[in-house]
């Protein structure tokens, strides 16, 4: 498997296809959302090399796995990361999510960020790359909840000082009282995760 941000507008179809089997309801993006995300985002692609060659001697494509669309405006937003489902949990999601934190710690950004379902698994993958929640926000996937996590990159210890002192406060109170379930989410430098991982 390769991770390349050689993306094509032929590779559309697939990932629409991805992401569909992936997400329901509201967090299902329409086609037309997803053709404008791809068109402003870095587009990450998990591919499997196709090896074959056909008889009229030509390569056929790689086959697409799972892609990450990571929007640049300000900070690095991962928008959506999705793997096809019968190739999760083949580590697919995880090498995505290195590709991208090493374009942009290259690129010397501060931080990535993203939100997730209070309830979605994922947040496991995420806290092993480094993902911390920074807030709660509540109704995000109405009627549930959405936790914005962010991942530092930057090694300037004044910025990261800064920045867990504020975490340390604001987070703990969210984990304490905007949820009233304590510790359960992963509060940044808590170490207390919000599923099971």
């Known amino acids: 498997m390769i991770i390349t941000t050689a993306y094509k507008s032929t590779d559309f179809d697939r990932l629409c296809e991805i992401s569909d089997a992936c997400y329901t309801g509201d967090e299902r993006s329409p086609r037309e959302t997803m053709k404008d995300m791809v068109e402003v985002c870095d587009v990450f692609l998990a591919k499997e090399p196709s090896n074959v060659i056909a008889i009229d001697k030509r390569v056929h494509e790689d086959l697409i796995l799972g892609f990450a669309l990571v929007r640049t405006s300000g900070n690095p937003y991962i928008w959506s990361i999705a793997v096809d489902k019968g190739y999760q949990n083949l580590g697919i999601g995880g090498n995505l999510l290195r590709e991208i934190v090493k374009k942009y710690t290259l690129q010397k950004e501060l931080a990535i960020t993203l939100h997730v379902h209070e309830d979605n698994s994922a947040q496991c993958l995420y806290f092993s790359y480094g993902f911390r929640v920074q807030d709660v ?60 991982c």
């Open 137 to 196: 926000v509540k109704d995000y996937y109405a009627p549930k909840n959405g936790l914005l996590m962010r991942r530092v990159l930057s090694q300037d210890a004044k910025y990261l000082r800064r920045t867990n002192e504020e975490t340390n406060a604001d987070v703990a109170l969210v984990a304490d009282n905007a949820l009233g379930v304590g510790g359960s989410i992963l509060c940044a430098n808590a170490g207390t995760p919000a599923l099971e």
